[in-house]
């Protein structure tokens, strides 16, 4: 669990502002898509860190 929220602070940070750049490069500069895009990072990031530290357990 602690490797896993280690993880979560670096792969969710990624996630959220690879989502952010895309809405930003698509010419949604508004706060919605911006925010709705680092929320779906922040989200995605929680199955996905899980994944990887079961990996390296």
Known sequence: MR???VLY???AT???GSGVIAVLSAGYDTLWPIVIAAVAGAVLALPASWAVARQID
Do not use: T
């Open 3 to 5: 490797l896993m929220m």
């Open 9 to 11: 602070s670096m792969i």
């Open 14 to 16: 990624a996630l959220a």
